[in-house]
């Protein structure tokens, strides 16, 4: 089975602290994720990233920045943390296609942030 | 055009019933329909996919719904049981946007006993 780990299960932060999200993944997928899950907003993506020093900017890519320096892990940054940034974080991973089909995403189990 | 729209919001089904999740969705391109299920404190899990070749795919209690035309689909868990109880969250991918999934808001089911 394919897995994403995510190094933290709960965080708290101050505001202004500089914070960073691991995520690895063990199955050699090209691409990574990062989305933010709110109540009542479902997954909002705020960056991905389809190679070893690629990323894109999602929906809501303000206040956040991201690194992938090797292919398994893929990192989200929060410069200067602030209250509303406190959320779920979850990062997923695929691979673009197998024998020509996509198979959609795996999640990681998710960081709960909480920004004081 | 990017949107999956699913409804409702929030479910409340008796155990033995029926739970029925729609969603829609307006590019016609997409060409991946998956159902995520999403327990406290997990992330999603796919649970089942269709693609627009079929009408309908069953999974044990678990079937998706499509309907081409309509540009609808839907998720059926029949028989519902309490350990159903979670988020569902649809999603839509197509190959022209390099299958990144657009997923509906979520809705949330509670099966009561």
């Known amino acids: 089975d394919v897995k994403v780990t995510q190094s933290s299960r709960y965080l708290v932060k101050r505001t202004g602290e500089k914070v960073f999200l691991e995520c690895v993944q063990d199955?050699?997928?090209?691409?990574m994720f990062w989305y933010r899950q709110d109540p009542g907003l479902g997954l909002r993506l705020i960056y991905f990233?389809?190679?070893?020093?690629?990323?894109e900017k999602g929906d809501i890519p303000e206040g956040y920045s991201v690194s992938r320096e090797k292919k398994e892990r893929f990192s989200l940054i929060l410069e200067s943390a602030s209250t509303n940034q406190t959320s779920m974080y979850l990062c997923?991973?695929?691979?673009?296609?197998?024998?020509?089909?996509?198979?959609?995403?795996?999640f990681g189990s998710g960081t709960r942030l909480t920004v004081v | 055009q990017q949107q999956v729209k699913q409804s409702p919001q929030s479910l409340i089904v008796q155990k033995g019933g029926i739970s029925i999740i729609n969603c829609a969705y307006e590019n016609t391109a997409f060409d991946y329909f998956p159902w995520y299920q999403q327990f406290p404190g997990k992330g999603p899990a796919l649970l089942i996919a269709i693609r627009p070749d079929v009408s309908e795919k069953k999974e044990g209690r678990f079937t998706i719904s499509f309907n081409k035309s309509a540009k609808q689909f839907s998720l059926h868990i029949m028989d519902s049981q309490p350990g159903d109880s979670a988020t569902y969250f649809c999603a839509a991918s197509s190959e022209a946007g390099s299958y990144q999934l657009t997923f509906g808001k979520g809705t949330k089911l509670s099966v009561i006993p």
């Open positions: 997923a991973s695929t691979s673009l296609r197998r024998l020509g089909f996509f198979y959609g995403y795996t």
């Open positions: 199955m050699d997928h090209e691409n």
């Open positions: 990233s389809y190679d070893v020093k690629m990323k």
